[in-house]
């Protein structure tokens, strides 16, 4: 008893030992109010000061020290626990701080708010995953997904960007005028992205965002920064001045006119807003960006008296916004939309049923893709009614003959355009066929095959009505009437800006990005453009500085003497020639075989070409002689070769390499599809270049009796072609079979023959011989 007795106290002892070691490590491991450099009586707006400064101070990113991640560490800490009452009264009366506590679960009645540094850490106002807006979520951009889904979309409207990070105090402060401006900003149609720098470092740089939080803008895929104070009336202001300046027009009794009738030359229908508010709805501007390439946008304030007549005019009600859209006719609207409060998805709907002209001009392909798309099912046929036309007074009937058959006989399969033939002369010319400058198509694939019917000669007649529906009527029963088919040409781009114009637009865009980035950016970001610029400064200046002293230096020496005078005046009289002169009085020709495939052609060096003549046992003699008198003049340049393929033995080399050139093959199997039997090749001479996969094709002529006849070399000129086409082959004289090669090689030097590029060049090892 005595032993059980005695025990117990020593048990006692050695807890309460353990118990006091423990704090008295824990008091000087951790005082929040050193760390903190405060006194034990600070206020709490003392405390939260002195913590805001010593964050900045200490904070990673900023402060490079080697220990000023723990020491931040240390500081957030210290400020939680002197930020919270119960904590601060709890180290002040046991010297504990939560993460060091040696009275676990709760024994002396005391809170219990265990310090656990990973939980605390990341529940930091400032790092904190639950206390931010989880609504930020769903508008979190990635790198790939800004570039394949935002960038094009800023074309059609502009985007808002918040970039912020965990470590970021000032992002709390903007947290409310953030979500309130992304709620009505989503409202109207603008795009929301928010870069956690932590996450997407990639696509921050790739923005040019080096500091949260940053707000910008991205339209038509250029980045645009914010740069005043975060408040809404303020972003909404930058919002709107992202959007180009002359979007929308003002409308007045003086200019109506004038905006209405430029639908023809716009080829656009327009837009008339109405409403009694001074300056245009942000709602109206984002509409009018969303569609600029389909309507022309005009906005009339009802509160002017200038538009009084307008208003009488249209019958507008003064109550509510009314949007009108006018077509082809200006004194009556083709649709009509009047509503109290108009919402973005009403206004949407409205403008996309009405994009196009009852009759639109077909100015590119873009414009014919969306009015005459391609058939997908049976059921979604959609047919093109194409009126082929000019712009000339003496078509002007005929074509407003055309408008008012198609505003009578609209249907939804049925699309009714035009086109000008001097604007778009090769579509013009592909369907265009015993003069009907009126046609029916159907498309069939994206590449350009289409099915048409030529209907009449239009000159807007009676007659050519009645045949025109009819043939409408016949089409919607049987839609087999489309006899013809075509590989129709990619449209001419009518409204494409000039190459000045357009460089113009981008030298002022790269200025201003200039401009805005000296005004805005600190000094320090500024450094590489800076020395940049100073640089080309430098050595412009010294450029100038020893022209000059160059000058001055020749303008004291003496004149030239008599003998270097005679020597210039040679050197301008001598003749000057592009080519060099051969360097030999022979031509080297290589037979190309599976031995020298490889070097000749497959590996041949960049920039260089085998000039290689086809030929056969019989004509090797005579072709190889004409050759080399033909390309002599050639052989002074170091980037051509000459090889010889015999066609006897490598015949299917050659078919399989025109296979791969599909449109040399075509050429080439012009004259043998007539007869259905295999091809001569004899005569034939390929330009290969192995590097860059593609060869220009010559072929033989027959100018034995008339040395002026057109040449049908592989040039495009289709006409050449034609007229020896009925002539045998079997008439042509193997010796002047190469008269005109020599015409050829000066093209070829030029650049101006057309060229055939194939996927890889065939194995001639691997084909097998024809005999």
């Given at each position: 008893m005595a032993g059980s007795k005695m025990s117990v106290p020593l048990a006692v002892v050695v807890v309460l030992s353990v118990l006091l070691t423990g704090a008295t490590h824990a008091g000087p491991e951790m005082d929040p109010y050193k760390i903190l450099g405060v006194t034990r009586s600070a206020s709490q707006a003392e405390i939260k000061k002195v913590y805001k400064r010593l964050a900045k101070e200490w904070h990673p990113d900023k402060n490079k020290n080697p220990g000023a991640e723990d020491m931040f560490i240390k500081i957030t800490k210290s400020y939680e626990i002197l930020s919270s009452?119960?904590?601060?009264?709890?180290?002040?009366?046991?010297?504990?701080?939560?993460?060091?506590?040696?009275?676990?679960?709760?024994?002396?009645?005391?809170?219990?708010?265990?310090?656990?540094?990973?939980?605390?850490?990341?529940n930091f106002p400032f790092n904190s995953k639950t206390q931010r807006d989880f609504a930020d979520s769903k508008y979190t951009l990635h790198f790939k997904q800004y570039v394949n889904d935002v960038v094009p979309d800023s074309s059609k409207r502009p985007y808002l960007i918040k970039i912020t990070s965990d470590w970021c105090f000032s992002c709390i402060h903007i947290e409310p005028v953030w979500k309130e401006v992304v709620e009505e900003m989503e409202t109207l149609g603008v795009g929301i992205g928010v870069v956690d720098v932590g996450n997407e470092r990639r696509l921050a740089n790739h923005l040019g965002a080096h500091r949260t939080p940053s707000i910008l803008g991205v339209l038509n895929g250029k980045v645009t920064f914010f740069h005043y104070a975060v408040a809404k009336e303020h972003l909404r202001q930058f919002v709107e001045d992202l959007l180009p300046q002359r979007l929308v027009e003002w409308v007045t009794d003086k200019n109506d006119l004038h905006?209405?009738?430029?639908?023809?030359?716009?080829n656009k229908p327009h837009v008339l807003l109405f409403d009694q508010v001074p300056v245009v709805p942000l709602l109206y501007k984002l509409t009018a960006f969303a569609y600029k390439?389909?309507?022309?946008?005009?906005?009339?304030?009802?509160?002017?008296?200038?538009t009084a007549n307008l208003q009488k005019q249209f019958n507008i009600n003064t109550y509510a916004p009314t949007m009108l859209i006018f077509k082809e006719s200006t004194d009556k609207p083709a649709d009509i939309i009047q509503a109290k409060g108009m919402k973005k998805q009403i206004i949407d709907e409205f403008v996309s049923n009405n994009k196009f002209l009852l009759v639109p001009r077909l100015v590119n392909q873009k414009l014919f893709d969306e009015l005459c798309p391609v058939k997908q099912f049976h059921r979604r046929r959609k047919y093109c009614v194409l009126l082929m036309t000019g712009d000339e007074e003496s078509f002007s009937l005929g074509n407003q003959a055309f408008l008012s058959f198609a505003s009578t006989n609209t249907k939804e399969v049925v699309r009714f355009a035009y086109v000008y033939q001097r604007l778009q002369q090769p579509l013009c010319d592909t369907l265009m066929q015993n003069k009907d400058?009126?046609?029916?198509?159907?498309?069939?694939?994206?590449a350009g095959k289409a099915?048409?019917?030529p209907v009449t000669a239009w000159n807007g007649s009676e007659e050519d009505k009645q045949c025109l529906l009819e043939e409408l009527e016949r089409l919607q029963k049987d839609p087999s009437i489309l006899v013809h088919d075509a590989m129709l040409p990619e449209l001419n781009n009518e409204f494409a800006s000039m190459f000045v114009i357009r460089w113009i637009y981008a030298c002022y865009d790269y200025l201003s990005e200039v401009i805005d980035d000296i005004l805005h950016n600190n000094w320090r970001e500024m450094?590489?453009?800076l020395s940049l610029i100073f640089s080309a400064l430098f050595i412009l200046f010294g450029t100038v500085v020893i022209q000059a002293f160059r000058f001055g230096c020749l303008t004291h020496t003496s004149r030239p003497s008599k003998l270097v005078k005679q020597r210039i005046k040679k050197a301008k009289d001598k003749p000057k020639n592009t080519n060099r002169p051969p360097k030999k009085n022979f031509v080297?020709?290589?037979?190309?075989?599976?031995?020298?495939?490889?070097?000749?052609?497959?590996?041949?060096?960049?920039?260089?070409?085998n000039i290689v003549l086809v030929l056969t046992d019989a004509s090797k003699n005579i072709l190889l002689s004409k050759f080399a008198k033909e390309v002599y003049s050639f052989t002074g340049s170091l980037t051509l070769h000459f090889s010889f393929l015999n066609i006897d033995k490598h015949g299917e080399w050659m078919n399989t390499l025109l296979e791969y050139a599909q449109d040399a093959m075509q050429i080439g199997a012009d004259e043998g599809d007539a007869g259905n039997h295999e091809m001569d090749y004899t005569g034939y001479v390929l330009a290969l270049n192995g590097h860059k996969k593609y060869l220009c094709l010559f072929k033989p002529v027959y100018t034995g009796e008339d040395l002026d006849s057109k040449s049908s070399e592989d040039e495009?000129?289709?006409?050449?072609?034609?007229?020896?086409?009925?002539?045998?082959?079997?008439t042509l004289q193997i010796h002047h079979k190469l008269d005109r090669l020599g015409l050829w090689m000066e093209r070829l030097m030029e650049g101006t023959l057309p060229r055939y590029y194939i996927p890889t060049w065939p194995g001639l090892d691997k084909i097998t011989p024809s005999k």
């Open positions: 009452e119960d904590k601060r009264a709890n180290y002040d009366r046991y010297g504990q701080t939560d993460d060091t506590q040696p009275y676990g679960n709760g024994r002396y009645g005391q809170h219990q708010d265990t310090f656990n540094f990973d939980e605390s850490f990341y905006f209405l009738n430029s639908w023809h030359e716009l390439d389909y309507l022309q946008f005009g906005y009339v304030d009802q509160g002017l008296s200038e400058s009126v046609v029916i198509l159907e498309r069939r694939n994206a099915l048409f019917k450094m590489p453009l080297e020709v290589t037979e190309l075989t599976d031995i020298t495939y490889m070097s000749n052609l497959v590996k041949l060096r960049p920039g260089h070409i495009g000129a289709t006409s050449g072609g034609r007229s020896n086409r009925s002539r045998s082959l079997s």
